[in-house]
């Protein structure tokens, strides 16, 4: 047999190494993105966005605007309660931890934006600011 195929062999025969010393675990890991979907509307009047937080209360939810950039932070405890010890528990599905999720939306008025959580769903409004004068021309005399 030659070394090539030797080793895609013992590459095949490897991919199973460790499956049962992880039985129950997640075949990946999601992050913040995967955990925090969203959806983003401009008009021309403002911004909203629309983020899924299922099983999120509003207290463990913290918003900041600063420099153009919405940050969504939010702290998802586990559903899991590792004190009781007469469960057996073979698997948990449900992801806890803390997520960041970080939007640029420019000329937002800071202090008009609004958001509110219902059902899972964190909607935020952010109107945008009134636009200045960025530049004019200047007649020369």
Known sequence: MNNELASNLNQLMNIGDGFFENFGEPF???????????????????????VDIPGVDKEN????????????????????DKKDEKQNVIASERSYG???????????AGDKISAKSDKGVLTINLPKAEKKETGHKIEIG
């Open 28 to 50: 990946f890991t999601m992050d913040s993105a995967d955990n925090m979907k969203s959806d983003i509307t401009e008009t021309k009047d403002g911004y909203q966005v629309t």
């Open 61 to 80: 939810i913290d918003l900041s605007y600063d420099q153009d950039v919405l940050s969504i932070k939010v702290k998802r405890n586990s559903a899991l």
């Open 98 to 108: 803390e997520y960041v999720r970080n939007y640029r939306l420019p000329d937002v």
